[in-house]
DNA sequence: CGCCTAGTTGACCAGGTTCAACAACGGTGG
DNA sequence: CCACCGTTGTTGAACCTGGTCAACTAGGCG
């Protein structure tokens, strides 16, 4: 069946994320497998999670990109991470209950839904997936640490090259990317509200390392010329991402 | 015997902690009564858990304020976050095991040890405990996205009208204020490194909001004189928080 | 009394914001 | 096929928040 096979393919991003991070076992494994997840597709600017708003399911992204983020009362969007292929953007609700902000999708995606009670079911049966859900969800609070010291503490070329380098590891993690090059799809405003600069400064910032040569942004594809330039200008440890040494990128 | 007091007193502060973000039933309130504690105490400035070294020991802070933070290779400091008495700073290295960041004490500080091993003994045998565990590490991210988006998109005066805010509801939380006052020893360095401003900007804006007659901190002792004013200023919703209604503070 | 740390204030400067106009691109409908 | 329009990206100029430098005050403690 076709449906199946596609089911097959976007689990398998899933995993690969899993994997990334953590040894799964074979027991973990299957029971992920046969975890049972629907489909659903996302519209750009589409919420999925909204503040306040008590959910019973979680979702995974298999394509596109989403963004957490939270307005404030003058109307300014603060984005506070983007959410590539194989992540879950809302463990926090199957722990906390109540969401404390949005997601919603930056272009068009596909995700996956499963509810809170399977996967609680799961939990109580394999206390290795709970361990693991715990690992991701730390993993997430680390990169938010990351984020919090490159605004407060770096220039804005920096702030913009550090976001460029963690979102290519983190699509690479993923196998989304070929060689040195891969698709990214967020337009310059996404960047500001995630940066906490304004769209022009993000403009000047992208424009000042391209002619550095250190890479190209343009159409929604990033092709990087010159790695460990771009790293030491962006102070890039990734270190915070947890990855095992065999998915991480010197 | 005095010293079992005193230990007694000092569980007490994180039992209370815990108390204020969930409901502790008594088989997990009994096994971490149990849990074996090592007190010991810190010098000002002194490293609890250092970046990179894989701790085998988690701590929870008893008395005083620890503070997270990381070095840039430039020299400045980005702090992350306070620790007040009752939080347990470091539950990220049971999950993850290799720290990304360091944890040093703000003031003197006394604080408490439990070995990595007792308390995933604990977490084995009391699926409750792990849950518990789990919810506190989501509401430090949750806070950590509070932080995030005051530094993104707030001005310095409201930046720093939302940490007072923070801290003091914390500290509220936790039984360590009185009335409209409490103990806050952090020095104005301390607030410029973990808002991302400069010295000389965090000491303009405290004096700026105590002209306006919002609150005074001197000498480590805040007075909060206009509490709605305050709040409004910073734009704090204590949401973020996750507190139980009547730990809150409307 | 003297030193050290923490806090305060002024003057100047720069990084980043805001405002505004325009260019490039893609999609839509006539 | 082309004209039109909305979105995204680009650039210049004026302005302003917050940073830097520097000097000085106020406490705390040996």
Redesign the pocket.
Known sequence: MVGRNYMRDRKARLMRRLDSVTEVGPREREALEDLAIRVGSLA?GQDVIRAYQPPQECCVVFEGILHRYQLLPDG?RQILAFHVPGDIPDLQSLGLGVMDHSVAASVACTVGYFSHADINRLIERHPGVAKLLWRVSLIEAAGLRAWLTSMGR????A?VAHLVCELFVRLRAVGLTTGMRCSLP???????DAL????????????ALRRKGLFE????QLVIHDWPGLKSMAGFDPAYLHLRKEWSLG
């Open positions: 750009p300014s770096r220039p804005a070329v702030h967020l337009t310059q405003t996404h960047f500001a906490g600069l304004s769209l022009v400064q993000v403009n000047r910032s992208l424009n942004l343009s159409r929604g």
